[in-house]
């Protein structure tokens, strides 16, 4: 079962900034935060991860709180093509270990 | 921007028959994964592939399942005897270029196989 915890879905005004949280109570000290979209039925996208700093890239910034139980995700000017289901995945970033996808965040733009 | 790409995009059979899904992953990269996606339902886990061996395989990759890197591009999963429920999105990743610190897996756009 997936290690993380996020609601099923959100709202997003069209250009406002979209937070998306996710509790990973049980992260181990070696493991990282992995974010992940699918746009439909599209292969999942990979957006950021991080294991204890904040980071930053194109397409999102990644919030991980000092104890690492929890993060968020923000896409700073949504659009309506970011209309998608997120996955925040915890994975030990190492070469064999497959991705424990849950079941995500619906989050729906709108005009 | 190099990417994971799958063919074919849509894969129909009939319950019984034998299917090969192929695959070509990022040219550098090293590990190379299975996954599936039964319709409305979670992204689930295969297998994982390096060295020209299995890595890891999940409870549903059973003796029906098999991985092969057959040339120094492709990357196929076989279906020896499809079944009703292999019905699913099944898509392909691939990670390990040997240059990050964590190995982030980058997936193809999928094939959607239908078993009739």
């Known amino acids: 079962d997936a290690k993380t915890t996020q609601p099923p879905s959100m709202d997003c005004a069209e250009g406002r900034a979209a937070n998306l949280p996710c509790n990973h109570s049980t992260i181990s000290g070696n493991e990282y935060v992995y974010w992940y979209r699918q746009i439909h039925s599209q292969g999942p996208q990979y957006i950021i991860h991080g294991l204890k700093n904040n980071e930053t890239n194109e397409m999102a910034s990644l919030i991980i709180t000092e104890d690492r139980k929890s993060s968020t995700l923000i896409l700073p000017h949504a659009t309506l093509r970011d209309t998608a289901v997120y996955y925040c995945?915890?994975?030990?970033?190492?070469?064999?270990?497959?991705?424990?996808f849950g079941k995500g965040t619906h989050l729906i733009i709108q005009p | 921007e190099p990417e994971v790409t799958q063919t074919p995009s849509h894969q129909v059979t009939q319950m019984g028959q034998e299917v090969i899904l192929r695959c070509v992953p990022i040219s550098n990269h090293l590990y190379f994964y299975w996954y599936r996606q039964i319709l409305g339902q979670k992204v689930e886990f295969l297998v994982s592939f390096y060295n020209n061996e299995i890595s890891e395989k999940s409870e549903i990759f059973d003796d029906q399942f098999s991985v092969e890197r057959p040339d120094g591009s492709n990357f196929t999963l076989k279906i020896r005897s499809t079944k009703l429920e292999d019905s699913a999105m099944y898509f392909c990743?691939?990670?390990?270029?040997?240059?990050?610190?964590?190995?982030?897996?980058?997936f193809g756009p999928g094939t959607r196989l239908t078993v009739l």
């Open positions: 995945i915890v994975n030990l970033g190492g070469g064999a270990d497959g991705l424990t």
């Open positions: 990743a691939s990670s390990g270029a040997g240059t990050e610190i964590t190995d982030t897996q980058y």
